[in-house]
């Protein structure tokens, strides 16, 4: 017997919920393998020594980013209540790179020779420059695109979305023949989307 309510749809699974876990996994057995061939050359005692060094060295450099991160911090917050709010952004180079520090650190904490080899490249200023600033650009077009659609359409497509499934297509149209749009909205009191 069926209910007359159509199936769920499926949601299409993103690219990267598809290939990170496999892209983990890869990782993690290349670390393995390269610690291996490693150990078999060098011996099992010299990779021990290099993944404690690393982990130390990873300790530490995490540990002076923190510091520097909440000096900066309170630095900030002190100038904000003496009431001198445009010092901070005169000096960006002093904070600058400080997550990338401490991500370099975390990669040289995780036992594995390319982790290392990925932190100590974000330990150099160039390399943790040019990211930083690949970052900023790639944060910068996402939110453009992101504004470009526009939220408002988002809010008006949940709107449209009915509990149970059912979309709703259509317009609100007053009597006299002009459209409903969000911003001339007026405070009364919408019926709620349920049947």
Same mark, same amino acid.
């Given at each position: 017997?069926?209910t007359?309510?159509p199936p769920?749809?499926?949601?299409?699974?993103?690219?990267?919920?598809?290939f990170?876990?496999?892209?983990?996994?890869?990782?993690?057995?290349?670390?393995?393998?390269?610690?291996?061939?490693?150990?078999?050359?060098?011996?099992?005692?010299?990779?021990l020594?290099?993944?404690? @060094?690393?982990?130390? *060295?990873?300790?530490? %450099?995490?540990? #002076?980013? !923190? &510091?520097? =991160?909440?000096?900066? +911090?309170?630095?900030?917050?002190?100038?904000?209540q003496?009431?001198?709010?445009?010092?901070?952004?005169?000096?960006?180079?002093?904070?600058?790179?400080?997550?990338?520090?401490?991500?370099?650190?975390?990669l040289?904490?995780?036992?594995?020779?390319?982790?290392?080899?990925? @932190?100590?490249?974000? *330990?150099?200023?160039? %390399?943790r420059? #040019?990211? !930083? &600033?690949? =970052?900023?650009r790639? +944060?910068?077009?996402?939110?453009?695109?992101a504004?470009?659609?526009?939220?408002?359409?988002?809010?008006?497509q949940?709107r449209?979305?009915h509990?149970?499934?059912?979309?709703?297509?259509?317009?609100?149209?007053h009597?006299?023949?002009?459209?409903?749009?969000?911003?001339?909205r007026?405070?009364?009191?919408r019926?709620?989307l349920?049947?």
């Amino acid at each position: 017997m069926t209910t007359g309510a159509p199936p769920p749809i499926a949601r299409k699974r993103s690219r990267a919920r598809t290939f990170l876990p496999l892209g983990i996994a890869a990782w993690l057995i290349l670390e393995i393998w390269l610690l291996t061939v490693v150990a078999s050359e060098a011996g099992g005692l010299a990779v021990l020594g290099l993944l404690v @060094g690393a982990g130390v *060295l990873g300790a530490v %450099v995490i540990k #002076r980013a !923190g &510091r520097r =991160a909440f000096t900066n +911090l309170r630095e900030t917050l002190q100038q904000q209540q003496t009431g001198q709010g445009a010092a901070p952004a005169a000096s960006p180079a002093r904070g600058e790179g400080n997550g990338l520090l401490m991500l370099g650190g975390l990669l040289l904490m995780l036992p594995g020779l390319i982790s290392d080899v990925a @932190g100590l490249l974000l *330990l150099l200023p160039p %390399v943790r420059t #040019r990211i !930083g &600033r690949f =970052a900023e650009r790639s +944060l910068e077009r996402q939110m453009n695109a992101a504004m470009a659609g526009g939220l408002g359409d988002a809010f008006q497509q949940a709107r449209m979305r009915h509990p149970d499934g059912k979309v709703v297509q259509g317009e609100v149209v007053h009597e006299g023949g002009a459209q409903r749009r969000d911003d001339n909205r007026d405070d009364r009191p919408r019926p709620p989307l349920t049947p």
